[in-house]
């Protein structure tokens, strides 16, 4: 027997597919965060303990050797912190129907630090939003008329490619029994 399908209005593809273009723009700032995280490359400094000199390369033929942080792994924890705190504030405990795609990168541009940190993790922002966009055309990256380097991610979905990507997700997941509008959230 099959079932039938719930007539989409334009109210309901609107709906979901807000939710679907979201969820597109969180998953690239949640890879940006992952990315950003420490890495598995031994970025620690070396110092002659009686001295308190940095050893470079050679740290080898000191005998009284202590490692402390390196700059450059201090540079990458801030930067790690900073990503995953401007995430969790962002997209964390909120309504994604309050949420615009044009907040999304803006949202995770928050951070203090030297200039050279900051424009590290400025680039490392900006590629990973650039990327997204050259995978998916619906998306654009576009930049401040007054301010070089400030980005705002933008939807440029249109209704039929709204209704297209609803349909197929609902077709995917068989999911037209679970539409629901105008739900109460359960804080």
């Excluded at 203090?112 to 424009?119: P, Y």
């Amino acid at each position: 027997m099959q079932k039938t399908k719930t007539k989409l209005t334009k109210k309901t593809i609107n709906a979901i597919a807000h939710n679907l273009i979201m969820d597109d723009a969180i998953q690239c700032a949640w890879a940006f965060v992952a990315d950003m995280q420490v890495g598995k490359d031994f970025e620690y400094a070396f110092v002659n303990s009686a001295a308190d000199d940095y050893c470079d390369t050679c740290w080898h033929t000191t005998q009284n050797v202590k490692i402390g942080q390196s700059l450059d792994l201090t540079d990458q924890k801030d930067m790690a912190d900073a990503a995953y705190d401007n995430f969790m504030c962002a997209f964390t405990d909120k309504n994604i129907a309050d949420m615009r795609v044009e907040d999304t990168y803006e949202a995770m541009t928050d951070i203090g630090g030297d200039t050279a940190m900051r424009e590290n993790y400025y680039s490392n922002l900006q590629w990973h939003f650039e990327r997204m966009v050259k995978e998916d055309s619906n998306f654009e990256l576009v930049e401040s008329p007054q301010w070089k380097g400030n980005y705002t991610l933008v939807s440029k979905h249109s209704a039929k490619t709204k209704e297209k990507m609803v349909v197929e997700y609902l077709e995917k997941y068989d999911a037209y029994d679970h539409i629901e509008l105008n739900n109460e959230l359960g804080w």
